[in-house]
Nanobody, 123 residues
């Protein structure tokens, strides 16, 4: 069984910072691209940042220069350092990972989601 779990959310003032973590656990062969999404209240989910297993990174224009995605393959973990937070960054932040899970007759690559961690930016 493969699981993805986020942590690190909280309530911060505008201009503050947070570091979100996402850990994959279970029985699998490889983790490929990992992503951070966010879902603002009453809005649709949006892609925020991605990182490949080769450490190639991509950011949405709305977060460039403020968010930094990083990864430790040995720990099956990615982080999202979020700085200079704005009220419009308030959202549930979700981790998604493409994982080659082991099956009874081999393996399969699937996308796995965590439950999300709440980030609230307010004075």
């Amino acid at each position: 069984q493969v699981q993805v779990q986020e942590s690190g959310g909280g309530l911060v003032q505008p201009g503050g910072s947070l570091r979100l973590s996402c850990v994959a656990s279970g029985t699998f062969n490889n983790i490929y691209t990992m992503r951070w999404y966010r879902r603002p209240p009453g809005e649709q989910r949006e892609l925020v940042a991605t990182i490949t297993d080769g450490d190639d990174k991509w950011y949405a224009d709305s977060v460039k220069g403020r968010f930094t995605i990083s990864r430790d393959n040995a720990k099956n973990t990615i982080w999202l350092q979020i700085s200079h937070l704005k009220p419009e960054d308030t959202a549930v932040y979700l981790c998604n990972a493409d994982i080659q899970a082991r099956t009874s007759d081999g393996s399969i690559v699937k996308g796995y989601w965590g439950q999300g961690t709440q980030v609230s930016v307010s004075s």
